[in-house]
């Protein structure tokens, strides 16, 4: 009903501009709602296109920050426009790395583009091995999985299991560290983590520290998470993942049964 009204009114502007503005000519009402139709269509579909790509944007990187880093070269003013925070799992300050004895893997890929989105001033939220290291999975709630017939169950219990035995062999531990996890949390309880304010520096050496972040005076300002409640994070996995899972899939009808 709002939509036709604004139909109407359209063509009624247009008549009327067409009555008193030289140059635009009408052959009568019905070319004045076509019109009128036509720029109704044009509005209701191209305004909410606009009034999205002028949204504040909150971006979680789970790996190196590559892109992000060659769109800040390109674009900077559009970048610093369109992301109102950054959530990036990257990085360590006092837990020990995993690519080197120094550096975490996704910092140590590029610490270059590291760097640059550092120094980039963006309002960004480091999510480290410093908390992610935290967010284990035992083999208890691993197990739940491998009792459902589900098909998502059996593959997510398959891709647990695979790392529950790098890191019983990696670092001895009786468990799955699931560090994607904590990002995606944080959006959806914001209480699950505790940021202080750190000066940052990325190390760009060639030796084991390349990809050490480090705190320094003269570091750029950066949100770091210190501190994980997993009480907070593990009734997510529970209700979002593992109850998804563990949904049957609905049976395809065959071709034969729906035969008739």
Same mark, same amino acid.
Not at 38 to 62: K, S
Not at 158 to 163: E, G, S
């Given at each position: 009903?709002?939509?036709?009204?604004?139909?109407?009114?359209?063509?009624?502007?247009?008549?009327?501009?067409?009555?008193?503005?030289?140059? @635009?000519? $009408?052959?009568? !009402? +019905? %070319?004045?709602?076509?019109? &009128? /139709?036509? *720029?109704?269509?044009?509005?209701?579909? =191209? #305004?909410?296109?606009?009034?999205?790509?002028?949204?504040? @944007?909150? $971006?979680?990187? !789970? +790996? %190196?920050?590559?892109?992000? &880093? /060659?769109? *800040?070269?390109?674009?900077?003013?559009? =970048? #610093?426009?369109?992301?109102?925070?950054?959530?990036?799992?990257?990085?360590?300050?006092?837990?020990?790395?995993?690519?080197?004895?120094?550096?975490?893997?996704?910092?140590?890929?590029?610490?270059?583009?590291?760097?640059?989105?550092?120094?980039?001033?963006?309002?960004?939220?480091?999510?480290?091995?410093?908390?992610?290291?935290?967010?284990?999975?035992?083999?208890?709630?691993?197990?739940?999985?491998?009792?459902?017939?589900?098909?998502?169950?059996?593959?997510?219990?398959?891709?647990?299991?695979?790392?529950?035995?790098?890191?019983?062999?990696?670092?001895?531990?009786?468990?799955?560290?699931?560090?994607?996890?904590?990002?995606?949390?944080?959006?959806?309880?914001?209480?699950?983590?505790?940021?202080?304010?750190?000066?940052?520096?990325?190390?760009?050496?060639?030796?084991?520290?390349?990809?050490?972040?480090?705190?320094?005076?003269?570091?750029?300002?950066?949100?770091?998470?210190?501190?994980?409640?997993?009480?907070?994070?593990?009734?997510?996995?529970?209700?979002?993942?593992?109850?998804?899972?563990?949904?049957?899939?609905?049976?395809?009808?065959?071709?034969?049964?729906?035969?008739?």
């Amino acid at each position: 009903m709002g939509f036709l009204l604004r139909v109407l009114i359209n063509a009624a502007a247009i008549w009327v501009a067409a009555s008193l503005i030289p140059g @635009i000519g $009408l052959g009568g !009402l +019905g %070319p004045a709602l076509l019109a &009128a /139709l036509v *720029l109704g269509v044009i509005n209701a579909i =191209v #305004r909410p296109i606009l009034i999205f790509l002028t949204l504040p @944007i909150t $971006l979680v990187t !789970l +790996g %190196p920050v590559t892109g992000l &880093a /060659l769109a *800040l070269r390109r674009e900077p003013d559009l =970048v #610093r426009a369109k992301v109102a925070r950054h959530i990036a799992m990257v990085g360590n300050i006092a837990a020990r790395g995993n690519t080197t004895r120094y550096s975490e893997f996704n910092a140590w890929c590029d610490p270059e583009a590291l760097d640059t989105v550092l120094k980039a001033g963006l309002p960004t939220e480091l999510i480290g091995l410093d908390v992610t290291r935290e967010a284990v999975l035992g083999p208890q709630e691993v197990s739940r999985l491998v009792h459902s017939e589900a098909t998502n169950a059996r593959w997510i219990h398959d891709a647990l299991r695979f790392y529950m035995e790098f890191h019983k062999q990696a670092d001895g531990l009786d468990g799955c560290i699931v560090n994607d996890v904590l990002p995606i949390a944080l959006l959806l309880r914001p209480d699950a983590l505790t940021f202080e304010e750190q000066r940052i520096v990325v190390d760009l050496s060639d030796g084991e520290h390349r990809g050490h972040t480090r705190v320094k005076p003269d570091g750029a300002r950066v949100q770091v998470a210190m501190q994980v409640e997993m009480s907070r994070v593990r009734p997510l996995l529970t209700e979002r993942v593992f109850r998804w899972a563990t949904r049957a899939t609905p049976t395809q009808t065959s071709q034969e049964g729906a035969t008739v």
